[in-house]
């Protein structure tokens, strides 16, 4: 059945009301005063006569601010996108009564002022069948009714009455119409086009890690950040204590994801790249080449961290003597290697065993004590860990070590990394390693983005790292070993949502497989999901970037895009060199603004700054990516090494043999392309003058 909207041929609702679209939008509009009235009472609350103390009143008042802005009603954001109508009434507290329940499913939970339900939060168990129903089970779902907005106002409606035999499978109009809504500002929710396979990953238990492998377009973006919101309904309390993180592979991409969290009413969640997690207190100021980096990302840097940490500990060589009073207390070299040998097997961190270690020794005085005759207790143990010739035993056997200090060493002295990478790495990879001029202290040195991750396995093998409850971690494929292991470490003892396409893998060091990446997450036994079916790029798009498969990442299944778009793929030659180039790009651009939406013009990082020229110089202001697209300036110069995770409605691809150029090997080259590629929600012009990479033709 068609949308319906307020004429005089709609059919009358199930209510009774002949008018249903007004019917709709009257509960629209109480729905939105009971939000207000919620809201109120929050900003009402006095808490002057409950708080004990001045903290536990700023801790509640804080409580209370972020309850106010949860409740925020956002006038941009549909409050209510879909309703179903049950043919019986459902179990619990929120259906007692007559057969033919209704639910309107929206964002967020609003009551009224009986604390009867109007709106039902998207991630409860009775707004399931919304996403899941179909008519092979209909899940006891008689109607299901889309809304259809404009400018905020609700304008249309669109019924399936699943279980009626006579009523034709048709597509959802609607749901078509919202996939393709031109996408101006950050990254939209997708909760009123959650599809099945999405619905089922989204509400997957806190327990176990997903990894989600997902072509361009299939939405494993939104799923995570809906995962993610989903958790914090179904287990707030224990992820209120654990804490949640999204990890992402830019700041251009956190910018464009940060709103979809708020929209759903999730504020408290921390966003942050890999880089940000493993600062440790150094400024990264230089760069590796890539051979470089793919050896300092390799997951063998690990044992020699370990090998180098250990390297510390050595046997102690005189007995230790604790004095007293007029005793002296001794304790024989020997029995302190055995308590060295046995904290060695115990593997336990560096750190933790230096502090365990003084403990020990005074267990043993405290031991010769008792036999003395003496009833020591444990403020005695204490003073004696304290001991001047405890504490000089402890730093000559298990000295502590800046893990900082100790990365330096290794990249800065041969002898020493190669004592510790024998048999690890070869003499090659070594030289690759140390630095042609070795830095004097650690805040001299220059510092890489691959060494910080070294220096935060070091950390970690010094003192464990504080583990989250869930993090996610998006285009997860271009990850090292190495930064595997550092997310990991971050949810070693909570569960993790891995999103990622091993097709857009454009780092050297990319994974070729979800088996690996996840061992050395530590998360081995995670459930991989494979999207397949793409909702946001029209189908001749897809299909065209698809034929660097082959070539990029042999043995993947395609995206099947949903979404037919006649005449949204054009690839045209361009005459006149490099000027006819420059020129017909902002031709092409200016094509594209006519119609509504977002533009991303798209070239190799090399090419930036001569189309930025260009565009100037015909009167075009331009966005860098992470700035926010608004009405009035929708065109955004994305670099390709910026692309990845973006999506614009209309993108304008400029030279793609640039692009594959401007990578230290081909297939990286064809991957960058391929994101490249697939960035275009409404439609894609490709413009060349050079020949077209081959594995496009």
């Not at 504020?267 to 440790?280: C, H, I, S």
């Not at 940490?309 to 207390?329: I, M």
């Not at 933790?352 to 020794?361: D, K, T």
């Not at 651009?589 to 090399?606: K, M, N, Q, V, W």
Request: charged content about 25%.
């Amino acid at each position: 059945m068609p949308a319906h909207v307020a004429e005089s041929d709609s059919p009358p609702d199930p209510t009774g009301t002949t008018d249903p679209l007004a019917h709709e939008r009257a509960h629209l509009a109480a729905s939105r005063a009971a939000l207000r009235g919620m809201r109120e009472d929050v900003q009402a609350l006095d808490i002057r006569d409950v708080t004990a103390n001045w903290v536990n009143a700023a801790v509640l008042q804080s409580q209370i601010d972020d309850r106010i802005k949860a409740l925020a009603d956002l006038s941009h954001t549909p409050l209510f996108f879909g309703r179903l109508d049950y043919l019986h009434a459902v179990g619990g507290e929120l259906a007692e009564g007559a057969d033919g329940e209704r639910f309107y499913i929206g964002r967020r939970h609003v009551h009224d002022a009986a604390g009867d339900p109007m709106v039902i939060d998207w991630r409860a168990p009775v707004s399931q069948p919304y996403y899941q129903a179909s008519r092979t089970n209909p899940q006891d779902v008689g109607l299901r009714r889309r809304f259809g907005y404009t400018g905020g106002e609700l304008t249309a409606y669109e019924d399936e009455h699943l279980t009626d035999p006579a009523e034709a499978e048709h597509t959802s109009r609607l749901l078509q119409a919202e996939i393709e809504r031109p996408r101006v500002g950050p990254m939209r929710d997708i909760v009123a086009t959650i599809q099945p396979e999405q619905d089922e990953i989204v509400r997957s238990g806190l327990g176990g890690t997903v990894c989600v492998q997902g072509g361009p377009g299939t939405g494993k973006t939104a799923v995570g950040l809906h995962r993610v919101a989903y958790l914090l309904y179904a287990h707030r309390e224990r992820l209120a204590r654990t804490g949640t993180l999204v990890i992402g592979p830019n700041r251009s991409f956190l910018h464009y994801i940060e709103q979809v969290l708020p929209a759903l009413g999730e504020l408290e969640v921390k966003q942050a790249t890999v880089d940000d997690l493993v600062r440790g207190g150094v400024e990264v100021r230089g760069e590796d080449e890539a051979a470089t980096a793919v050896v300092k990302g390799d997951a063998r840097m690990a044992e020699v961290l370990r090998r180098a940490v250990r390297s510390h500990v050595t046997a102690p060589v005189e007995p230790v003597v604790v004095v007293r009073g007029s005793r002296r207390w001794r304790v024989p070299a020997y029995e302190v290697q055995e308590m060295v040998d046995e904290l060695l097997a115990r593997d336990m961190r560096y750190g933790a065993a230096h502090e365990a270690l003084p403990q020990r020794i005074a267990h043993a005085v405290l031991v010769r004590m008792e036999e003395a005759g003496e009833a020591p207790d444990d403020r005695v143990q204490n003073a004696v860990a304290r001991n001047p010739a405890v504490k000089a035993a402890v730093k000559a056997v298990w000295p502590a070590v800046d893990p900082a200090k100790l990365v330096l060493r290794l990249l800065s002295d041969a002898e020493f990394l190669a004592a510790h990478a024998a048999g690890l790495l070869s003499e090659e990879e070594q030289k690759r390693l140390l630095w042609a001029k070795p830095a004097r202290s650690v805040k001299s040195a220059k510092w890489s983005a691959a060494d910080a991750v070294l220096i935060d396995e070091a950390t970690d093998l010094v003192s464990r790292t504080q583990s989250l409850g869930h993090v996610v971690l998006d285009e997860a494929q271009d990850l090292s070993p190495m930064q595997y292991r550092a997310v990991g470490r971050r949810c070693s003892t909570g569960s993790a949502t891995i999103l990622g396409d091993l097709a857009q893998g454009t780092t050297p060091w990319s994974t070729e497989s979800w088996a690996e990446a996840l061992f050395h997450l530590g998360k081995a036994d995670a459930v991989v999901e494979e999207l397949t079916a793409g909702f946001r790029v029209p189908r001749e798009v897809i299909a065209y970037a698809s034929r660097l498969l082959p070539a990029i990442s042999p043995g993947l299944a395609p995206v099947e895009s949903v979404r037919e778009s006649p005449g949204s793929l054009v690839v045209r030659e361009v005459a006149g060199g490099a000027d006819g180039l420059d020129a017909a790009v902002v031709a092409a651009c200016e094509e594209s603004l006519r119609p509504e939406g977002s533009i991303g013009l798209i070239a190799a990082d090399a090419r930036i700054p001569a189309l930025g020229a260009a565009l100037a110089a015909a009167g075009h202001a331009y966005l860098s990516p992470g700035e926010e697209t608004t009405a009035e300036s929708r065109l955004t110069l994305v670099p390709a090494s910026l692309a990845k995770g973006l999506e614009y409605d209309y993108v304008v691809l400029d030279e793609p043999a640039a692009v594959v150029e401007g990578e230290p090997d081909e297939r990286t080259g064809l991957r960058r392309l391929y994101v490249a590629l697939t960035r275009a929600v409404s439609g894609l012009t490709v413009l060349h003058a050079a020949p077209l990479p081959q594995a496009l033709v």
